[in-house]
């Protein structure tokens, strides 16, 4: 009877099988060439009742997959819309295959889709799909993002020329070549969206409370924000904005900003 590989081999044997997309025989066979040192696969397999070797740890292998397709499909609702089951299945496969996952959690298994989508030449509709995953990562991101501590509200009203502001920790500002925002909140609410055109799209995402909340931004209210979030005065932003973007952002359209990015708890002011 041949001797048993040691403990770390026969642990990398098992990972190597697990995670292998391919058929289960040539990942054993595979694995066992390069982690048993040349023993038998029978000294890290052995036969049940019903099942061979192979068929057994085929069981986990596959089990495998489905779990990492559970994570991506949690995580990214919207691209496995605009793919298909089969195509989300496909890209998976592919996916995990070039960015398995090495932690003991799989709420960070999702972030290299948006590059990973941007780079691929396998999957059509790259572009629109790789803004459609960067919305969705920010999302996680924001969701999972620890906060700096309570917030102080204070009424829209009481902002003056020389009020700087706090942004919320959560704050994330993305700047897209699609307008994906409106895609993800059609798929959420079960319609079936078309892929759309491209149109610029400027979003700002944080948290209040346990919601994600969602701003879409003119170019004006983008510029605006992004310079109060990095610590400017009031006065001081609102001047330094260029004609283009004063011109989209009039006075009723800076009010409502103001109302929603304070009241939300996206800036504080300080």
């Known amino acids: 009877m041949a001797e048993a590989a040691p403990l770390r081999r026969l642990q990398r044997f098992v990972q190597a099988v697990v995670v292998h997309p391919g058929e289960?025989?040539?990942?054993?066979?595979?694995?066992?060439?390069?982690?048993?040192?040349?023993?038998?696969?029978?000294?890290?397999?052995?036969?049940?009742?019903?099942?061979?070797?192979?068929?057994?740890?085929?069981?986990?292998?596959?089990?495998?997959?489905?779990?990492?397709?559970?994570?991506?499909?949690?995580?990214?609702?919207?691209?496995?819309?605009?793919?298909?089951?089969?195509?989300?299945?496909?890209?998976?496969?592919?996916?995990?295959q070039r960015h398995p996952s090495t932690r003991y959690t799989l709420n960070r298994l999702g972030d290299h889709v948006p590059g990973y989508l941007a780079r691929s030449r396998r999957v059509p509709g790259g572009r629109f799909l790789a803004d459609l995953a960067r919305l969705e990562l920010a999302v996680t991101e924001v969701f999972?993002?620890?906060?700096?501590?309570?917030?102080?509200?204070?009424?829209?009203?009481?902002?003056?020329?020389?009020?700087?502001?706090?942004?919320?920790?959560?704050?994330?500002?993305?700047?897209?070549?699609?307008?994906?925002?409106?895609?993800?909140?059609?798929?959420?609410?079960?319609?079936?969206?078309?892929?759309?055109?491209?149109?610029?799209?400027?979003?700002?995402?944080?948290?209040?409370?346990?919601?994600?909340?969602?701003l879409d931004l003119s170019p004006g209210a983008d510029a605006l924000l992004r310079r109060l979030a990095a610590g400017h005065r009031l006065g001081d932003a609102l001047r330094s904005l260029r004609p283009r973007h004063r011109r989209d952002l009039p006075e009723r359209a800076i009010v409502q900003l103001f109302r929603t990015a304070v009241s939300g708890g996206m800036l504080v002011p300080v």
């Open 24 to 96: 289960t025989g040539r990942a054993a066979a595979a694995a066992a060439r390069k982690e048993l040192g040349g023993r038998p696969l029978t000294t890290a397999l052995v036969p049940g009742r019903t099942l061979t070797a192979v068929e057994r740890i085929g069981i986990y292998q596959g089990m495998y997959l489905l779990r990492m397709h559970d994570a991506l499909a949690a995580d990214y609702p919207g691209l496995k819309h605009a793919l298909g089951d089969d195509g989300f299945r496909d890209f998976v496969r592919a996916y995990v």
């Open 144 to 214: 999972d993002a620890e906060t700096s501590g309570p917030l102080r509200r204070i009424r829209p009203a009481s902002i003056g020329e020389s009020t700087t502001f706090r942004a919320s920790s959560t704050l994330r500002f993305l700047s897209l070549r699609y307008p994906v925002g409106v895609y993800l909140d059609a798929v959420r609410e079960r319609r079936s969206p078309r892929i759309p055109r491209p149109a610029p799209a400027r979003i700002a995402l944080w948290r209040s409370g346990l919601s994600v909340r969602r």
